[in-house]
Structure formats: C-alpha cells, structure tokens
C-alpha cells in the first residue's frame, strides 16, 4: 500500500506484475528500515547470512504469461492474485448489458473452487446494485435478492472455502542467532 498507493492494481500482462512485485520486494527488503532492529531486511539477512538476500519475487511462469492480471490486497484475506480481472470487474462497474463472454466468467469464477469468494464480496461492497442484476443474468433467477440471497449462493458454490479459517498474511519464522530472535 505505501509503495502502490492502493489495494487494488491491474496489470496488462504478468510481466508488468512481475517487474512491480520486483520493486514492491525492492523497497520492502532494500527501502524500509524495520524500527526493532534499525536496519533494512537486506542488512539484517547480509548480516546474518553472509551475502545479499535474492532480488527477485518468483512468480510461476502460467502468471508471468497471463494477460490481464490484478494483484489484490484484502485486510482479512491477504494478498491474491487473479487473471482476467478487468473483464470480470467490468460486469459489476459497468451499466452496460453484459455480454455472453462475461456471463460465462462470471459462472466459470463463481463454480471454480480455485477463485476466493471474497472476490464476490468486494463486488457486493462496491457495487450492490449491478452485483444483484448481475447475479440475476449469471444464475438466470429475476428474484434473486442481493439481501437474502447472496450468502446462500456464495455458500452453495465457495461454501467449503468459506469454512476455512482465514490464513494468517504473515506465517512468523523465528530464528534464534546469539541473543537475538529475527522475524
């Protein structure tokens, strides 16, 4: 957030992710003093390794190829990567009728269990309105109420996901060297 300036940034392609990422570790591993120990991460791992640490984010190579990638930061949920998410957000932002090729993203995210659910719940937040007409087209039901139904749906389709507990952002890996632990 202090390096983008927002939570949610779109890319062309997963080169442009991959050469933000590398900044984004950049500035977190080279830019940002960690006030406990008063240095950089890149200090405090050359310090205690030897060597500088790695330069580079590893993303695999089906996102560095994907066109149309958003990286996504949510509070509760942490950071999630997604492909073909300026054509799926525009089915919510736009007022204009949805075409066949959203519909079936729509549907194609909604029963993948490889997409998080709160993607749908940003949506509702955002765009209650358009989320309701557009869950009406998607599960073609015109009663469809975005106030009583859209928990169910979200049960029906990502319910296992949802009973999961969320993960932690950040797994804490402590290392004891001398009298100090590292984080």
């Known amino acids: 957030m202090d390096l983008f300036g927002q939570e949610e940034i779109v890319f062309k392609d ?6 933000a990422m590398n900044r984004f570790y950049r500035y977190w591993t080279e830019e940002i003093v960690v006030p406990q120990l008063g240095m950089t991460r890149a200090r ?16 695999p190579d089906d996102l560095l190829e994907a066109r149309d990638v958003a990286v996504i930061f949510d509070p509760r949920h ?50 209650p309105e358009r989320t309701e007409a557009v869950f009406r087209q998607v599960l073609k039901d015109r009663h469809f109420d975005l106030s009583t139904d859209f928990d169910r749906v979200l049960r029906k389709y990502k319910g296992e996901e949802m009973r999961k507990p969320p993960l932690p952002m950040i797994t804490p890996v402590n290392t004891t060297q001398g009298d100090r632990a590292t984080e």
Do not use: N
């Open 14 to 19: 997963g080169l442009e992710l991959g050469a």
């Open 78 to 127: 942490g950071q999630a990567f997604f492909t073909g998410y300026s054509h799926f957000r525009s089915a919510f932002a736009s007022d204009a009728p949805l075409t066949h090729e959203q519909i079936e993203q729509i549907w194609d995210c909604l029963t993948d269990e490889g997409i998080d659910y709160w993607l749908f719940e940003r949506m509702r937040d955002e765009f």
């Open 44 to 59: 405090v791992y050359a310090k205690d390794h030897g060597r500088r640490p790695e330069s580079k984010s590893p993303l």
